[in-house]
């Protein structure tokens, strides 16, 4: 097991409260991915082992369990994360492991996993760790292994008219490059799985827009992002001079926010998912 310090790799809670707001973000994010757990690209019944790395509470996983179930009762699961304060505590038919995705994997993980899912590492991760999560990544994966990586980075935030959508974007990125991080994810994670020679790469874009059941939801987590991410990035990059201050600005921001969603002016969500394929040779990285 190795032993991180996890105080500058993760900007919420461990608590039950935060538990809850991971399980509700992701009930919330596979209706805004079509409900499509594992990308239609990716065959199903050639899954029969799989890594959930960030997993948090392990829900993407229990719920993919459940999937693949149905068709091969002999599936193995294995969720990884900086932190084990969030694993269940009755896990079932799944494996939990702390595991920093920028540091070498055991190698009884190596080559053990057809399919390997990270999920919203935009924040915790800088510009210059991608490129060795991608070859860690690579390691764990069986030849001709699929990885399948989300995120909510700047595709959310640019070029949007909504004033709070556009603060929120000149705070992140003013925040997060001063932090050596990548706003924008998924253009990273595709630029890398390119440059590593993994195959059939693509970048997919889903938008909450696409199903109107989903406005309050997303209305009421981007005031959750406001509230947290927002405030944390306003003091740790010096944008205000204490935490008092930090939360009276994001007052005002969630409250402008409301206004504008009262007025019929709900911001959209969209989850950029990048997906591609280890060659059946493996890879030199």
């Given at each position: 097991m190795t032993r991180i310090n996890i105080n500058d790799k993760y900007a919420f809670g461990r608590d039950q409260q935060e538990s809850e707001r991971l399980d509700?973000?992701?009930?919330?994010l596979s209706k805004i991915t079509d409900n499509t757990?594992?990308?239609?690209?990716?065959?199903?019944?050639?899954?029969?082992?799989?890594?959930d790395i960030g997993t948090g509470t392990g829900i993407w996983l229990t719920d993919v369990s459940q999937v693949l179930d149905k068709t091969n009762t002999s599936c193995y699961y294995h969720g990884f994360d900086i932190s084990a304060d969030q694993f269940p505590k009755s896990p079932g038919n799944i494996e939990f492991s702390v595991q920093d995705i920028t540091l070498p994997f055991p190698k009884e993980h190596w080559n053990r996993y057809d399919m390997v899912h990270v999920r919203l590492l935009v924040v915790a991760l800088e510009e210059s760790d991608y490129k060795t999560a991608i070859s860690n990544i690579s390691s764990i994966l069986k030849p001709g292994g699929f990885v399948q990586w989300e995120e909510i980075d700047e595709e959310t935030y640019i070029s949007s008219p909504n004033p709070v959508i556009q603060e929120i974007y000149r705070c992140f990125s003013v925040s997060m490059k001063a932090e050596g991080k990548c706003f924008a994810a998924s253009a990273k994670v595709y630029e890398e799985c390119m440059a590593a020679g993994f195959l059939d790469a693509v970048r997919v874009e889903y938008n909450s827009d696409s199903n109107g059941d989903n406005r309050r939801e997303t209305e009421k987590r981007l005031a959750a992002i406001i509230k947290s991410l927002y405030a944390s990035f306003l003091l740790r990059s010096g944008q205000v001079v204490d935490e008092e201050a930090a939360s009276k600005r994001a007052g005002d921001l969630i409250e402008h926010h409301w206004r504008l969603c009262?007025?019929?002016?709900?911001?959209?969500?969209?989850?950029?998912?990048?997906?591609?394929?280890?060659?059946?040779?493996?890879?030199?990285?």
């Open positions: 509700a973000q992701h009930k919330l757990l594992i990308d239609p690209s990716i065959p199903p019944k050639n899954v029969l082992s799989v890594a009262a007025d019929g002016q709900s911001p959209p969500v969209k989850v950029m998912r990048v997906i591609a394929r280890k060659p059946l040779d493996g890879l030199s990285l």
